[in-house]
């Protein structure tokens, strides 16, 4: 499969007329984006396609014109040449940030060693790219984090959360936590929930007794805090969006999956704080800020981090609303890829999970937690989740997630791939890592 | 994709040296060759991976050049413009045989109406394909059925079993049972089991008296039972191999998942009668006889039935033996379709089902049965089942299934298409049905 069959398989899949050729400056520029569903495994993506536009229906997802499986496994701390067959989201970033695997709990470290593993964006950063993250979640969240931190534990967010990674605490002499480090590591862009510990005081260093908030200010960053002031914010330094203190709120709601099961339900619209933007208009404007200046081009990773977090609640209309907010997404995505032909777009789960859906005749002998959704097309959707017996603590699983691509190079993730191998196709395309040392390489 | 991108695709991903190019009246030859696993969702796959082969480890299956997911929902029997998202065996070999939808329980006929739907194998028969029928379940079970038989419920297999369907009954003037009407439209090669329900009597018509062994007879059918006849039968007259009094015994075999769960373990190979040939044996007999004769081409399904029969049974062992069995199938079909560049071979699950692949650090707490498997390499690799409360019954689910395919109009099989697409793909390749109704259609 060529380039060009892409592109022209991409053009006739629906994308509308032809645009107009890019400029020699635009398509000179090689961008990459990474789209993240957090637990958007098949039944998540069937679940969404079900509910909203029915059974035979398809999502802008469903037509990116490249499609694969990937496998997610993690490995053991003990002994990395064992597989850990269901790995958690902080080792499949890792995987996809850094092209190696790592024990589950850690953030792009290597497994017995506490090694930091180079990461695509601090490559592309040195090989001067512009970088920017996104999240629905807190910024140090595991998916988020791999890409701009290193540390053995993943929930070492703040400086006030450093127990379980104490030889990483400035007070050690260590590069700090997560959101210290991922400061320092200064991507362009940075947009997400977490202003909570953003607020935390580093106890040493060079910024000891400030915030973290403060040492980002002194890094140049502008500070944003709600989608009004995300809407306007130009291009010029580099730029934090905190846009809640912890996780985002979903964009739907419903009753939680219960035994036995509750009613029939349609989803619900939440209610949304009026400072938290969408994932669109946050994806809208690190494109527009990562684009606004000269250079080689972009990276960004952009992650719908509910659809994990939901799932682990067994909360279907939480999953279903975070997987719409991804599709929607993908295709404002697209749009900039097929005017920026230089642009290679990703979109895939970081591991599969708890919800399956079950045929409604058998529904009431399903051992675990249940809940009916009556869909678009006026059908009943019984969705079970049986890896836990409590609701609240629903578990990931090791079923291959969806891949899709579009773009340069996106023919290499067609078939069966591994989260490595999105990072080698990332790093051929920027030219950076392994395959392009000379362009500037991460530690160690 | 062009085809010869396809093929070429083939070869580089190591089907071994370059073969010489086959004959022109080979090369006229279409040939289409189904291999539906029963049950074969990505985590029945995923099992069998990291079971024989390791996380890191590559199936034949998953090195096939072309591969896509496949949606597999039913429609309701009162209203079928509204679907039933969880199919059983019957509607989704319905979907494949005849490009229709029909609801649950139904074998090629029309939900409301009984109304019969042409099938692929008659199509292709009438217009002079040589045909043939491959399971390791009884011929009569809902895969094999719906390519060569119409009635409205499933379990209608014999003369002695229609009392669910009593217009269709002989009796009432109708076309009988699934083996009555299998015979009557005489593939040239049937392997399987079932043999119980061959000894039965036709109660009425041409037939009456006789067993519906003595009307294959008639029919010209030579009868096999053994693995070792199976091994010499030339080609001639059309086959009946009839190797178990109903399904096939399961090659490998293990403990049952169960709560709570059992001890690891390693799954064992089983006790297998003597006569009962392997898939791979009956899928060589079928190519070799189908191949034999000059003529357009042939259609052919063969199924691993025993992949979903062990899931309804939490059987994790009986699965990944089964789903092995294929993958070596899979193997020699492709080496067939190398030689035979004519040929289309496209490997297919009818529906996923109940196996989740869980995190074994909270298997404990999981509400459905689990078992614990240690894999080639050493790890341990924990299935849960909780689709029912009672082992022995686990259900089917409703994400897409994994399709793989090779060869000619493959390529329409990328990306994310429904069993009704593969009845397309799989008459465009053959010129008959809808696409090519001078060559001949079937009922209605």
Redesign the interface.
């Known amino acids: 499969?060529t380039v060009l069959?892409v592109w022209a398989l991409a053009v006739a899949a629906g994308c509308g007329p032809l645009r107009p050729p890019a400029t020699d400056a635009t398509a000179a520029k090689r961008n990459v984006i990474l789209l993240v569903g957090d637990g958007l495994?098949?039944?998540a993506l069937?679940m969404a396609r079900?509910y909203h536009l029915?059974?035979?229906g398809?999502l802008e997802i469903?037509r990116l014109?490249v499609?694969?499986?990937c496998?997610t496994?993690a490995v053991?701390e003990d002994d990395p040449t064992?597989?850990?067959?269901?790995t958690d989201s902080s080792s499949s970033a890792t995987a996809m940030a850094t092209g190696r695997k790592t024990s589950n709990r850690r953030v792009s470290t290597e497994p017995g060693t506490d090694a930091p593993l180079a990461t695509i964006l601090e490559q592309a950063r040195r090989a001067g790219y512009r970088t920017g993250l996104v999240s629905t979640a807190h910024l140090a969240d595991a998916t988020p984090a791999a890409f701009a931190a290193h540390v053995n534990y993943r929930w070492c967010f703040d400086p006030a959360m450093m127990a379980a990674c104490p030889t990483f605490a400035k007070m050690s002499g260590g590069p700090g936590s997560i959101v210290e480090q991922m400061i320092d590591v200064r991507p362009d862009v940075l947009l997400g929930g977490g202003a909570a510990s953003f607020a935390q005081r580093i106890p040493a260093g060079t910024h000891a007794g400030h915030t973290v908030l403060d040492a980002a200010a002194e890094a140049g960053y502008r500070v944003v805090t709600t989608a009004a002031e995300l809407a306007v914010v130009e291009a010029g330094s580099p730029v934090l969006g905190l846009f809640a203190a912890d996780n985002f709120t979903p964009a739907w709601e419903g009753e939680a999956a219960s035994f036995p099961p509750g009613r029939p339900q349609r989803c619900r619209a939440a209610q949304i704080p009026e400072a938290q933007p969408g994932l669109v208009p946050m994806l809208e404007a690190a494109l527009r800020l990562l684009d606004a200046e000269a250079g080689p081009g972009f990276f960004l990773m952009a992650e719908a981090a509910m659809i994990d977090k939901q799932a682990h609640a067994a909360d279907a209309c939480g999953q279903i609303g975070e997987t719409i907010e991804l599709d929607r997404a993908v295709a404002v995505a697209r749009r900039f890829a097929e005017l920026h032909p230089g642009t290679l777009l990703i979109v895939v789960g970081d591991h599969d999970h708890?919800p399956?859906?079950?045929?409604?005749r058998?529904a009431v002998?399903?051992?675990?937690v249940t809940t009916t959704l009556e869909t678009v097309?006026?059908?009943s959707?019984t969705i079970?989740y049986?890896?836990?017996?409590?609701t609240y603590?629903q578990?990931?699983?090791?079923?291959?997630v969806?891949v899709f691509s579009l773009g340069p190079d996106a023919e290499a993730l067609?078939?069966?791939v591994?989260h490595t191998d999105i990072y080698r196709v990332m790093a051929r395309r920027l030219g950076v890592g392994p395959a392009g040392r000379a362009a500037g390489d991460g530690p160690p």
Not at 356 to 360: A, C, K, P, S, Y
């Open positions: 499969v069959a495994g098949a039944t069937t079900n029915g059974a035979a398809r469903d014109p499609t694969g499986s496998t496994w053991e064992r597989p850990d067959y269901v708890a399956v859906i079950v045929d409604t058998y002998v399903a051992p675990g097309e006026g059908a959707m079970g049986a890896t836990s017996t409590f603590k578990q990931h699983s090791g079923a291959p969806p067609d078939g069966l591994d």
